[in-house]
């Protein structure tokens, strides 16, 4: 059975409000909740999602809960963190927003068991930090009979949870305050400085290195020149010059370095630069320093993506007169539709697949036509005429694009989950500024300002999800095929990165000849993963 995913409004509700009754008059003085049901390959006996919504509106009733939304996740386990479940994803971000898409508002969830929600630990913190983003979430288990302890430290059978998370805070303690001393936190050694040594007196590595800081040195005035990371990049591996890990350099390599405030001694915790608690500036480490405050500062602003600086750190920066070098686009030299996109099935002897990426290559023989193939040298086992493969992608995006988006028109919903990041902003506001006239403890300010930040991450993520989607909704909203013929190769890649993940091109099965005709039932289409 294919796996699907669905949620929408629960039955009741929708037709209550077919009736023209209000969502406030139907859930009354009740809890909001959603409802949750999954089954999946693993579990044939288990109930159906069906059964399991109306057994959780069942056991809601009694305890003063209103099911508003059902969320469904069929055919899909809990257990493969390979396996992306969007009702569960869905489901998540609602509770964090507090409200449906609709504005229908919910607060917790109801399920048979806590299995059927979670397995994994990630995804148990998911569900943890949705329902406690304010003191109004629950989480009731039908056939355990009991709401589940959303606080709960280190008891019953989570005991082991509530360890990891004693010890999580523990360490995160013990790295603030180790920053705020300005010593060194552990972790691998950094590119430009010698390895710890403690036969040496040199517990960390604090002291540079004589010819890796020479090297950070002349990629600093590379990139503040206008150089890009990447050919930066270029030059260390033609010099030979290793990472700290023996391997090769990559842009993003080069600009993780560079931007990470540890080069001018400072350090960065939850986006802010760790400060002097009396006086308020920024805390100078006891390592040697490879670059100035100055040359820092306008190397984090060239790539603020890779630490989260909040607002303010970098403001009226000097950097921003550097002329940056662009970096050329990959979708620019593409020449093949499906280059990257289609992929190697070829199983080995143990029935792995290869799962190399094929690509394009021009007419050859035996063919005499362009065909994608395996680019593995001890594989090489797979190929197929290009023209052939794109007719085959092509009438499969074209179907699901006109399916999914053909009767939509283009629109601009606001964000349902704006509300509840914006609270939780002006919440790590008056924490701070209570900090700052002494009314909390300085342990007790950055455990729950650490918890705040860990929800506005998350609540900033979600925002961005939705834009991403919105956008995309908006590029297909009307879809037909005689639009796919205006579209360019940049334009096509992109709507089959919209449908699908990979297509995994299978050989041909034994005995048959290579030049029977194409069978397209040999592409399998792997669904984009959601996040």
């Not at 403690?198 to 800081?213: A, G």
């Not at 690509?359 to 005499?368: H, L």
């Amino acid at each position: 059975m294919q796996a699907t995913s669905t949620w929408a409004l629960a039955p009741e509700l929708s037709e209550a409000l077919a009736r023209g009754t209000t969502t406030r008059e139907w859930i009354g003085d009740r809890r909001p909740v959603c409802s949750y049901a999954r089954i999946s390959e693993e579990k044939q006996q288990a109930a159906g999602v069906a059964r399991q919504h109306l057994n959780n509106t069942a056991a809601a009733v009694p305890l003063g809960l209103a099911v508003v939304a059902h969320y469904t996740d069929n055919h899909l386990t809990a257990a493969d963190p390979a396996v992306s479940r969007p009702g569960f994803l869905q489901m998540v971000r609602d509770l964090r927003a507090r409200q449906t898409a609709e504005g229908v508002p919910v607060s917790g969830i109801v399920a048979v068991a806590a299995d059927r929600v979670y397995r994994l630990p990630s995804d148990r913190l998911r569900v943890h930090r949705a329902l406690t983003v304010n003191d109004d979430g629950c989480f009731y288990a039908v056939d355990e009979h009991r709401f589940v302890e959303l606080h709960r430290t280190a008891t019953d059978g989570d005991a082991w949870d509530g360890e990891v998370t004693a010890v999580r805070q523990r360490t995160a303690r013990s790295v603030r305050d180790r920053a705020r001393e300005g010593k060194q936190s552990g972790g691998h050694r950094r590119f430009g400085w010698l390895p710890g040594d403690r036969r040496q007196d040199r517990p960390h590595n604090h002291e540079l290195d004589p010819v890796e800081s020479a090297c950070l040195r002349k990629m600093i005035g590379m990139l503040l020149s206008g150089e890009s990371s990447e050919s930066v990049s270029a030059w260390l591996n033609n010099e030979g010059v290793p990472t700290v890990r023996g391997g090769r350099w990559t842009g993003n390599t080069v600009r993780n370095i560079v931007s990470n405030p540890a080069i001018c001694g400072y350090r960065m915790l939850d986006g802010e630069l760790v400060t002097d608690l009396a006086t308020g500036a920024p805390v100078v480490g006891s390592w040697a320093a490879a670059a100035t405050v100055d040359e820092w500062r306008r190397l984090a602003a060239l790539y603020p993506g890779h630490y989260r600086i909040n607002a303010g750190t970098l403001k009226g920066d000097p950097a921003r007169s550097v002329k940056r070098r662009k970096s050329p686009d990959p979708e620019s030299a593409r020449k093949y539709l499906l280059s990257g996109i289609v992929r190697c099935g070829k199983p080995d002897e143990h029935g792995r697949l290869c799962d190399s990426k094929m690509v394009g290559n021009p007419p050859s023989r035996p063919t005499g036509r362009p065909s994608y193939a395996c680019k593995l040298p001890s594989c090489r086992g797979v190929a197929r005429q290009v023209a052939l493969v794109d007719e085959a992608v092509e009438g499969y995006v074209i179907s699901a694009l006109t399916e999914r988006y053909g009767a939509e028109q283009p629109s601009t919903p606001s964000w349902h989950g704006q509300g509840v990041l914006d609270s939780l902003r002006e919440r790590a506001a008056l924490l701070k500024r209570q900090y700052a006239h002494g009314g909390i403890a300085p342990h007790d300010f950055f455990d729950v300002l650490s918890e705040l930040n860990a929800h506005i991450a998350e609540s900033e993520k979600d925002g961005a999800d939705f834009t991403a989607q919105q956008a995309t909704a908006n590029a297909f909203a009307g879809f037909s095929r005689d639009r796919w013929q205006t579209f360019g190769l940049a334009q096509k890649r992109k709507a089959i990165s919209a449908v699908v993940q990979a297509v995994v091109v299978r050989p041909l099965p034994k005995g048959r000849a290579r030049h029977a005709p194409f069978d397209p039932s040999l592409l399998e289409f792997v669904p984009p993963r959601v996040n």
